[in-house]
């Protein structure tokens, strides 16, 4: 009897390990995710080249992880140290130095990599060929986690029937040794397992309680259907048309405005069919390019061939996607002017997009952490002139970059009203 004790609490552990660990490995990942987006995305990608290298692969390209920690921490201290690795990386990108990440633990670092190791992986594994696929490959990924769902249910339950042998063993061994047994406790009256359940029930409860409080009002991934399907991609990507064309007073103003029936028809005007390759909405659907450009000219009051009178246009009713709470102040032109901030920062990859989403979360702690981390760029910046003390620390040597959270960047005052 004591052996099948012993065995079936070691079996117990063994699940519970297993579990605990696959779960590890999963939230490991998605910190890693939330890690990246947050430090990384602005610079680079997993398998593409953007302003720093594509980062699939890195750990097997630097010998020492140590060192690859320390770069990530401070790039300028590594590359000074003379590590050939860092210092043919520094030379290969045209000598532009790599924001210092002092924050970042060593762990976070671990994380950021696993979930680098993770998307390389997944890009490398064959993928469907048209966006009619696209619901697939969601249902695939997440036929994961359905699986996982019901492997931890499979082991409840037979950690559930193994605990009930051994109880019915136990009797039986009792009763053939004469010892009398105690009428067992059924499980729903048993004190331990009500108090055990009441204890999960909570965590899981606090869990989600929490979860939700700190995501309230939060709209990562909001992804409304727009009165016409605009693609960024299409736009901003294949023909390369500037953020700052049609979304004018970003460099200057405070909003990043939304461009007026006249703009898009200053294209439009002779651009009356879409040739380029089939659109797919988010959900795998086909749409029609040509007639997307038709509901254009609906809100134009425009017919082709015939002279366009502009006072007949209507403003298009775009669903807004980003917004901060009322309290919260933000201006465009202080990050893309000022502080030289790309739209994809803030935005993700808008140049892949056909229907735009938001990328990041907008939360306090992602716009702190990212004042923490990103380099004030001081040269040829007139902006900046006023920081002398800074100017003459790094001409001196004493410090190698200043952060946004060096002027002041995380004082209350200068997001809030």
Known sequence: MIHLRRFAAKLIFGFTLVFLLQSGNSALAQDGKALFSQNCASCHAVNKQLTGP??????????????LHAWIHNSQ?????????????YEQFNKTPMNSFPTLTDADIDAILAYVEKAASEASAPKAATGGDVKGAAAAEGDNTLLFGILTLVLAVVAFILLTVNSNLRKLADDKEGIPALEPVPFWRNKTYIALVAVVLFMIGGYYTVTGAIGLGRTQNYE??????????????????????CHGNTMEGKQANIPSVNMCMNCHMAISEYTGEQLYTSEGKEVNGTAQIQELYKYAGYEPGKPWDAS?????????????????????????NAGKVQCQTCHGEI?????????????????????RTTQVQFKDNGFYSIYEKFHNDIKNGKMDSVTVESIGGTECQKCHY
């Open 351 to 371: 140049q892949k997009m056909d229907e735009v989403k938001q990328f990041a979360d907008l939360s306090m702690g992602w716009c702190i952490n990212c004042h």
């Open 54 to 67: 594509a980062l699939a692969g890195v750990e097997s390209r630097w010998p020492d992880k140590k060192m």
């Open 77 to 89: 201290a590594v590359i000074k140290s003379g590590y050939p690795y860092a210092v043919q990386l």
């Open 312 to 336: 007949k246009a209507k403003p298009i009713e775009w669903v807004r996607i980003h917004s901060l709470p009322d309290h919260v102040y933000f201006n465009h032109s202080q990050h893309v």
């Open 224 to 245: 409304p259907t727009q009165p016409i399907f605009y693609s960024h991609k299409v736009h901003a990507g294949v023909n390369q048309i500037s953020c700052l064309y």
